[in-house]
């Protein structure tokens, strides 16, 4: 089914974020329609989500499950400064945390990077691409998708791993409610001025603190403790042989040793 988009305006309230809302029934992947948004000098905040995605795309070039009627596929532009750039992988995490709890979800847990979790499946998952002029920033494509009525063990691909807010809260949740209450929340920790607040809100959900995991990047893996976060949200990783090391939040698997 279509989503009500009159319902969800009515419940935004916002200034910038998702006020031009682009709704598509069904698209490849809303990150290519929002990128193409942003080299087209759209302004921040125009949003693109879609009913159903025929291609859409995770991190490390992963498919995304996108199925028609259940679901949230959104794709918000920004156009972020150097320092609101980085924190960018803070702010999308705590703004799905928070419209999961506004529409009575169950508490969720994030999985660094930025992997947001519930009952121990992932319940979304954000994909950030960004656009430069020169060093400097001129667009960020937030890509959330986020699973509210899926029945994730009906695909064989993720049943293992997956989940959905009315999986685990056990009825169905509206669509609209969600996305009003994600994009506003994302607007304020976006707009947010103290960046350290921004930082230990997520931190103090960041199940991966304490863990021992295996971090893949570039090729090459490190195995160590998950000590703490920087300002970046970057992982910094105690090795065994005691040395520390600084892993910055992007092209990475993280993974807990079997
Ligand atoms: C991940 O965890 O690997 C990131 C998944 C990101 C999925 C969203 S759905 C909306 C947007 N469009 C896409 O094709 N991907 C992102």
Same mark, same amino acid.
């Given at each position: 089914?279509?989503?009500?988009?009159?319902?969800?305006?009515?419940?935004? %309230?916002?200034?910038?974020?998702?006020? =031009?809302?682009?709704?598509?029934?069904?698209?490849?992947? $809303?990150?290519?329609?929002?990128?193409a948004l942003a080299?087209?000098?759209?302004?921040?905040?125009?949003?693109?989500?879609?009913?159903?995605?025929?291609?859409? /795309?995770?991190?490390?070039?992963?498919?995304?499950?996108? &199925?028609?009627?259940?679901?949230?596929?959104? %794709?918000?532009?920004?156009? &972020?400064?150097? @320092?609101?750039?980085?924190?960018?992988?803070? +702010?999308?995490?705590?703004?799905?945390?928070?419209?999961?709890?506004?529409?009575?979800?169950?508490?969720? $847990?994030?999985?660094? &990077?930025?992997?947001?979790?519930?009952g121990g499946r992932?319940?979304?998952?954000?994909?950030? *691409? %960004?656009?430069? !002029?020169?060093?400097?920033?001129?667009? !960020?494509? +937030?890509?959330?998708?986020?699973?509210?009525?899926? =029945? @994730?063990?009906?695909? &064989?691909?993720?049943?293992?791993?997956?989940?959905?807010?009315?999986?685990?809260?056990?009825?169905? +949740? %509206?669509?609209?409610?969600?996305? @009003?209450?994600?994009?506003?929340?994302?607007?304020?920790?976006? =707009?947010?001025?103290?960046?350290?607040?921004?930082?230990? @809100?997520?931190?103090?959900?960041? *199940?991966?603190?304490?863990?021992?995991?295996?971090?893949?990047?570039?090729? /090459?893996?490190?195995?160590?403790?998950?000590? =703490?976060?920087?300002?970046?949200?970057?992982?910094?990783?105690? /090795?065994?042989?005691?040395?520390?090391?600084?892993?910055?939040?992007?092209?990475?698997?993280?993974?807990?040793?079997?």
């Amino acid at each position: 089914m279509d989503l009500d988009l009159k319902r969800v305006h009515r419940q935004l %309230s916002t200034r910038r974020i998702g006020r =031009d809302l682009r709704y598509y029934p069904t698209i490849g992947s $809303t990150m290519d329609v929002a990128r193409a948004l942003a080299e087209a000098g759209e302004a921040e905040g125009v949003t693109v989500v879609a009913d159903e995605q025929t291609a859409g /795309r995770g991190r490390l070039g992963r498919t995304w499950v996108a &199925p028609p009627g259940v679901n949230l596929y959104v %794709s918000i532009l920004v156009r &972020p400064t150097p @320092a609101t750039m980085k924190r960018l992988g803070m +702010v999308a995490p705590l703004a799905v945390a928070e419209a999961v709890v506004a529409v009575g979800g169950p508490a969720v $847990t994030f999985k660094w &990077p930025n992997d947001v979790r519930a009952g121990g499946r992932k319940l979304s998952g954000i994909l950030i *691409e %960004s656009g430069f !002029a020169g060093n400097v920033p001129a667009y !960020a494509v +937030v890509g959330i998708g986020l699973n509210v009525n899926l =029945d @994730a063990r009906r695909y &064989p691909e993720i049943a293992e791993i997956a989940t959905s807010i009315a999986q685990e809260c056990g009825r169905t +949740v %509206s669509r609209e409610d969600t996305l @009003a209450a994600l994009l506003t929340a994302f607007e304020r920790y976006y =707009d947010c001025p103290d960046g350290a607040a921004v930082r230990a @809100a997520w931190r103090a959900q960041l *199940e991966t603190l304490g863990q021992e995991v295996d971090v893949t990047f570039g090729g /090459r893996t490190e195995h160590g403790l998950a000590e =703490d976060v920087d300002d970046d949200g970057a992982l910094i990783l105690r /090795r065994t042989d005691g040395t520390r090391v600084v892993l910055p939040a992007g092209e990475v698997t993280l993974r807990r040793p079997s």
